[in-house]
């Protein structure tokens, strides 16, 4: 499963619920900054298996 940001190609690690739109899947580093926005909830996919 890839980022859905634009023009990222990262392995989505984390998904991200978004109060004002759909819930997405991003890599690590795209979910650090997503993440510090008012409300959105980052969550790790558990079995992805780049988590320990
Ligand atoms: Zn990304």
Redesign the pocket.
């Known amino acids: 499963m890839e ?3 634009t023009d ?1 190609a ?1 392995t ?1 690690t984390v998904r991200l619920h978004v109060p004002w739109a759909d819930d997405r899947v ?2 690590a ?2 979910a650090r900054v997503l993440a510090r926005r008012d409300g959105v909830v980052a969550d790790p996919i558990a079995d992805d298996d780049e988590w320990p």
């Open positions: 980022c859905t940001e990222c990262s989505a991003v890599c580093a795209h």
